[in-house]
Structure formats: C-alpha cells, structure tokens
C-alpha cells in the first residue's frame, strides 16, 4: 500500500473553536450588515476567510522570537533576514515594511505616476488600489484560459505575450514604469505563473528595457507548482526554482503573512541601488527606519526562520496537498471549482453554483454568506464587490467570474475540518434551487469598498 501523506509536524499547542447554532448566526450577520469581516471571531466556526497572517508558527520561530534584536538601527534580527532573503533570491538590497500593500505602497511612491499604465496578471487588490490611488492604470495581461474554470492549462497565473505586446503598442513605454508579475496568482484562484512564462516576461521587458517586479506573497507555493508540472524542473530543488524565478525579475513586493508564515510583515527586495535609495526615503516617512520598517526585531526573527521552513519541500507538499484535498471533495460531489486546484485557496464558482441570483445582487457574496448561515465557516467574495467600480465611469465592473474563495491557513487545520468545510458546501448545493435573490448595498466606500460594505438582503 502506497503510504499517505501526512503533515510533517505535530500539534504542541491548541487553540479553542466556536461551534454555533445557526439561529444565532443568523443574528450576527444581520447585525454585521451582511459583511463577514464584520463578524466578530468568535462568531466563527471554520475560519477561511484568508490565509493572510493566519499559519501556525513552529516551535523554532516561537524560539527566535526569544531572540529578536530591538535596537533601532542595525538590529542583528534585520541582519539574519536580510541574508536569508538575499541568499534565497539574489536581491542585495532589502527594506522591511509593515506588510505586502506597504511595500506597494512604498515602492508604487517611487515609480508610479498619475497617466502611467501598469500591465500585469489580475493584479491583487491592493497593488490595483495603489495604483488607481495614483491615478494609474492596472491592465490585465493574464492568458484567456485562466477566465475558464474547467479549462485545465496548468499556469492559469501566466501572462499572454500579444497582450502585453499590445498594451506597449497603445500605450508606449514612456507611460509604463513596470510589468508586475504576481506568483502565484491570487485574484484568479492561487495559479502558478510558469518559468518558462517568467522567461519570456524577461526577455519581453529586457526589449522595452523595463523593470520587472514580482508580487510574491506565495513564490514558494509558484515554487512547488513549477516542481510539479514544469517536466525541466522535476529534479530541481524549490530553493533551487526560488532561486532562478528571483533572477528573472529586477525587484519583488512581498507580504510575508503568506509563505513567510507570519502573523504580520512585508518587504521590498531589489537589486537596483539607485533605485533602493529612493524607495528608502518613502520607508522611513511611511514605514520605520530602514532595518526595521515597521517591524519588530522579534518578528523580523521568526520570519528569517519562517522563509527557510515555508520553502521546504516536505512542507509545501503537505500544505498544497490539503488544499487539493479539500477541492478534490468538493469537485467529486459536482460542485463547480476552479481547476487546476491552486495553492493556498480553493475558488467555487458561484455564477455556475447559484444560476438563479442575478449578478447584480451579488451571486458570490450570497453563496459565501449562505455558507456561513449553513456552518459558520467564513469565506470571502471575489466577485463584483471586490472588482469595484470603475474608477471613471463609476458603474460596477463585474469580473470575467464570480467566485467564492475557501483560503486555508498554513499548518493551522486539520482534515476533519476539511471534511465538515465540504459536507456544508454540499448542503447549500443541494438546495441551490431555492436560493434565488442576493443582495443590495447599503453604503460603500469609493476605494476597496468590500472590506467595509453594507448590504441588505434582498426582499
Ligand atoms: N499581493 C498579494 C498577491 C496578496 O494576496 C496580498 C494580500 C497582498 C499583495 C497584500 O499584502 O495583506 O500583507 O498587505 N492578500 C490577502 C488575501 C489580504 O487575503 O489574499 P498584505
């Protein structure tokens, strides 16, 4: 018998649950406007509303933490980050930020003017906010197979050349500061973006003589993709692909509260020093001095440990595998998903689960607020809330799908949680028929107007 995998640690610490009855549900998200950031924790049962800052650290960052270096300039904990970042990635200039979108933030500071167009693939939402802040442009170059869920081209995140070909011929080079690569892809269901993609990106830019920045909040899960279904790279290490996916870029954004498996951080990593000098006056006026940025030494600590563990082999396999395990339940019981399986999400397609919802109310906020009125587990809309509106026209973009992300925290659930994530899926599916109306808003913000909406059930 083939052995199965099993996680690669144990459990040394526990943390309580909060199971709940659905009556009370039904009040608490009532009183939350039907927003589920609203949501109070303990009004959550199965929490998969992000893996954003939500792993389980290890025995030995909890030690580094111990450790951490506090002094204000020059910590020894900024040092041992800087080194483990620089030898996994070949960037010798590092600034720390507070997390990913203050690392946007900073460097977008530098180099992104109002009228510029920034070409890339779905980028996240926080990297389109920067941007649109800054009167810019965010264009989507991702490959027309990623907008089809049962289309299975395994590097939905790549970027299709004509594309980006074709947003330099309108827009020329003089209006375009970067092409930003985000590994994996987020937006459009946790893709990997292909080395051989990267390649070409490369030498695409090195024509228009342009930089290429990677948003890399999940390299090392792009990593074990490119491991896994790039036939050149079987035998490679992940420190090994790590390493020659950093060459191909000229800098990286990163919020390390992913596959740095943290709580709270980010960095910037580049190579250009000219470049660096002027990023660092930003980090200092919006972040913290330059070997801290925003955060403690203690936390600098267990990310230079969380780096190492987050890019072993052993530990993304298990990571990836429960993920997979969880849409492989849920595609054998006919329920519409994003396949390939991405990295650290599930994506359902709510368009094709609740058919009789209009879009304009909202199909996939009205399946995940079903889910949690079902079970308690809290997952999030990547749909038209989260789209926005059009910065010009102000009407609702509505994005090629309306999805409903499952995130699942690193080392943090079990398999039993998985099974119970499914069988509440399952329930709602098989009564999909009778959900037939969404939602309307109540407020909005004009910027990122997800986080903060209010909704009221439609009568
Ligand atoms: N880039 C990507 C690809 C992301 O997924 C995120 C955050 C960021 C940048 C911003 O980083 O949160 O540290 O400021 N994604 C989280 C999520 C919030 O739930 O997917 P941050």
């Known amino acids: 018998m083939i052995l199965p ?38 009004q959550v049962f199965i929490d998969l509303l992000t893996d954003s800052g939500t792993g389980a650290m290890s025995q030995e960052q909890w030690g580094a933490m111990m450790t951490g270096d506090e002094s204000y300039a020059g910590s020894h904990s900024f040092e041992m980050l800087k080194d483990t970042i620089t030898s996994m990635t070949g960037f010798p200039y590092i600034l720390p930020t507070h997390q990913g979108r203050a690392a946007e933030n900073v460097l977008f500071s530098v180099m ?4 510029d167009v920034v070409p890339g693939n779905s980028h996240f939402d926080t990297t389109k906010g920067h941007i649109e802040f800054r009167k810019a442009t965010a264009f989507d170059c991702t490959i027309d197979a990623a907008g089809d869920t049962a289309n299975h081209h395994p590097f939905k995140g790549n970027l299709d050349m004509g594309k980006l070909e074709n947003v330099f011929q309108v827009y020329g080079r003089e209006r375009i500061p970067m092409i930003i690569v985000t590994i994996t892809c987020n937006t459009n269901g946790g893709q990997p973006v ?4 990267l390649k070409e990106v490369r030498s695409f830019a090195d024509r228009y003589g342009i930089p290429v920045i990677f948003d890399a909040a999940r390299f090392a899960e792009n ?5 896994n279904r790039e036939k050149a790279y079987k035998r490679h290490s992940i420190r090994q692909i790590v390493k020659e996916m950093f060459s191909l870029a000229d800098g990286m954004t990163m919020s390390s509260k992913k596959d740095g ?36 030494g203690r936390d600098m600590a267990a990310l230079a440990r969380g780096l190492e563990e987050g890019t072993t082999f052993e530990y993304l396999e ?19 998903v994003q396949e390939p399986f991405g990295g650290h999400a599930i994506f359902v397609e709510a368009g094709k689960f609740l058919p009789l919802v209009p879009r304009e109310e909202f199909v996939a906020q009205t399946l995940a607020l079903e889910l949690y009125l079902e079970s308690g587990v809290r997952a999030v809309e990547i749909g038209t809330l989260l789209a926005d509106r059009d910065p010009e026209t102000r009407e609702n973009r509505y994005p090629r799908l309306e999805m409903v992300r499952l995130a ?16 509440a899926l399952s329930n709602v599916f098989e009564r999909r028929q009778a959900i037939t109306r969404g939602y309307r808003i109540l407020y909005e913000a ?13 009568p």
């Open 5 to 42: 995998y099993a996680e690669p640690y144990k459990i040394k610490m526990v943390e309580p649950m909060y199971p709940s009855r659905r009556i009370d549900r039904e009040q608490w998200i009532k009183e939350a406007r039907f927003n589920l950031f609203n949501l109070k924790s303990h």
């Open 112 to 115: 992104v003017r109002a009228g």
């Open 194 to 197: 292909s080395m051989e993609n």
């Open 223 to 227: 990593a074990y993709f490119i491991k």
């Open 261 to 296: 498996i943290v709580n709270m951080g980010g960095f910037i990593a580049l190579n250009d020093e000219t470049l660096y000098r002027q990023a660092t006056t930003f980090n200092i006026m919006f972040e913290g001095y330059i070997t801290y940025g925003g955060m403690s």
């Open 318 to 336: 298990s990571r990836i595998k429960q993920v997979h395990y969880l849409g492989g339940l849920l595609r054998d019981r006919g329920i519409p």
């Open 408 to 423: 699942i925290p690193r080392r943090v659930y079990t398999r039993n949680h998985m099974d119970y994530v499914a069988a």
């Open 446 to 458: 004009p910027l990122m107007r997800h986080f903060t909406i209010e909704l009221e059930k439609m």
